[in-house]
Nanobody
Framework: QVQLVESGGGLVQPGGSLRLSCAVS????????MDWYRQAPGNQRQLVAR???????YYVESVEGRFTISRDNAKNMVYLQMNTLQPEDTAIYYC?????????WGQGTQVTVSS
């Protein structure tokens, strides 16, 4: 069983920054495709950013240029650096690991952007 634990969420003012972290309790971490999703109240969970095993990245248009996903395979960690945060970024952020058809989710961390 793979466990994912997110951290780093909190309350931040508009224009501020946060760095989310996701610790993965699994060897062969480097082979996993790692995602960050978010879910705002009343909305479906949506993909925000993805990093492949070869470090290629993908971002949803609304965060392109503001968010950066990265991974540290030596530490089994994935990060989401979020800059220029806006109120519409408020959501619970989830980390997901995928290897083929097998996926694992973290419990989520709340990000609130408000003045």
């Amino acid at each position: 069983q793979v466990q994912l634990v997110e951290s780093g969420g909190g309350l931040v003012q508009p224009g501020g920054s946060l760095r989310l972290s996701c610790a993965v309790s699994r060897s062969l971490f480097s082979a996993y495709v790692m995602d960050w999703y978010r879910q705002a109240p009343g909305n479906q969970r949506q993909l925000v950013a993805r990093i492949f095993s070869d470090n290629r990245t993908y971002y949803v248009e609304s965060v392109e240029g503001r968010f950066t996903i990265s991974r540290d395979n030596a530490k089994n960690m994935v990060y989401l650096q979020m800059n220029t945060l806006q109120p519409e970024d408020t959501a619970i952020y989830y980390c997901k690991a995928a290897l083929g058809a097998v996926t694992y989710w973290g419990q989520g961390t709340q990000v609130t952007v408000s003045s």
